[in-house]
């Protein structure tokens, strides 16, 4: 049925009273060095941060995105590594693997093995260029979710994304594309909106206002909080991922502390400006 | 110095007369069962799977193109076997690994990391939605080749390559950035542009005849060989890809010496019909 996601991504927002995603992007050269000293090999010490910062975050946020790239770049281990730590996430979180996949049909379906089968993750990015036989075989797991990326949060996103073609940016096309494929297949489609572009946030909130919404952009990139909050009162929901806000807050042994403090003050943050757009 | 990796490639197809890429995309729904039943473990017959094929088809083949997604879906030793894979591939060939990429800044560094650092391939393919940002981790590596998703193969590809701008494909758009980003960044930008799309290819080759292409289409996914021989009739180089058709041209035990004759038939094939263009 349809709307399992939802449905769990609906509870694990309540319980928490939260619409943080943090991101867990373990960059070996921002990782506290101690950790290294204390656990020898990268993996190790990539493993013993994620746990410490999912323990300390984890009463502020409703889900976890794993951004896959952090993970390759550990090499042998890096697929183990992903796959324990999406272990260490509390039940009845949401996990997401981040991995920006676009395939043909039968590659695709491989990269669907992995994510949705082996590795049994509830949600991953899909990105539309090569159209919908690179998300199909994701949307044909009816309890997964598929966040297509429609308007991206980086600074080179325009070079495409706002290309006009009968009156609408390309990102709308992408957005009424991913919608069809949503009509066509027992998955449900997210779309993937930066924070950092606010009026199209908005816009697209407007024309699809049933549709979760992965919104990347706040923290380090300076997102707008408030096109967020509005995005957020809607039947659509919203995830609003923070990484290196969160994971960073603090180079020392308070690291996971810090970051728990991170992920406290943006619930806050997103929860009076979402209460103040609410009433 | 920019032309490395040309040079590289030119001198590999001068040595084979070859313009023919295997694609290493190791199903392990197709591969041949006796090898399973010889080598125990999946990671083991896809070696030496792989082994095979390689030795069997490097007299007529130029390059080997390893698809990220067939070993992502071995779980925790895919990483580990596509590396080896690349480690059997013989001096003097060119490697790529098809990973399709694409995303923010920081997390395309981490990709380039793992491809171009861990990897060490001579080339990648780069999804182009999310802009330059995706592409410019990877063209910094000023002796590699970045292949960016132009005009793919597959039947879905038209949802957005073919939508109109001021008079042009979304496809052109994408060609006209991607050579931007090749004068502006060290690393050779190629396309990749599929032969099932015959009219496109050349249209693209007549618009960049510098550009080297890598083509996939030929064989399973029935694009035009003719067209691709006229696309190969340039200064640009091509590189195309067969997967399917080579790998299993037969299940028996004679898998790999009629992946040899595919992969010398393709290259007779196209070699004549260059041949003839040529003329």
Same sequence: chains 1, 2.
């Avoid at 927002?13 to 506290?32: A, N, R």
């Avoid at 899909?126 to 991206?152: H, N, S």
């Avoid at 609408?168 to 297949?185: C, G, I, Q, S, T």
């Amino acid at each position: 049925m349809k709307s399992d996601f939802i449905q769990r991504l609906r509870t694990a927002q309540t319980i928490s009273s939260s619409v943080v995603c943090v991101g867990l992007d373990p960059d070996l050269d921002k990782l506290p060095e101690f950790l290294y000293q204390e656990h020898g090999s990268a993996a190790s010490a990539v493993l013993a941060f994620n746990k410490a910062i999912i323990r300390a975050t984890a009463p502020y946020a409703c889900a976890y995105k794993l951004n896959a790239a952090f993970y390759e770049s550990l090499g042998s281990c890096g697929f183990d590594v992903l796959k324990r730590t999406l272990g260490m996430i509390p039940k009845g979180k949401i996990h997401l693997v981040d991995a920006k996949r676009g395939d043909i049909g039968n590659t695709a379906s491989k990269y669907a093995d992995s994510l949705f089968g082996l590795l049994n993750t509830d949600g991953c990015t899909v990105a539309p260029y090569m159209g919908m036989d690179a998300a199909a075989p994701f949307l044909m797991y009816e309890d997964r979710a598929v966040f297509i990326l429609v308007r991206t949060s980086n600074p080179s996103s325009d070079q495409l994304q706002s290309l006009m073609m009968d009156g609408l940016p390309l990102y709308a096309h992408v957005a009424r594309l991913a919608a069809e494929w949503a009509e066509a297949l027992p998955g449900t489609v997210g779309f993937v909106a930066g924070a950092t572009h606010p009026a199209e946030l908005l816009h697209l909130r407007k024309l699809y206002p049933h549709t979760p919404f992965l919104i990347p952009g706040v923290g380090a990139q300076g997102g707008s909080m408030d096109a967020v909050a509005q995005a957020a009162t809607s039947d659509g929901l919203v995830l609003v991922n923070s990484s290196r806000g969160i994971l960073y807050a603090s180079s020392g042994e308070d690291f996971d502390e810090m970051a728990a403090n991170a992920a406290k003050q943006l619930r806050e943050t997103l929860n009076q400006a979402i209460h103040a757009h609410a009433d």
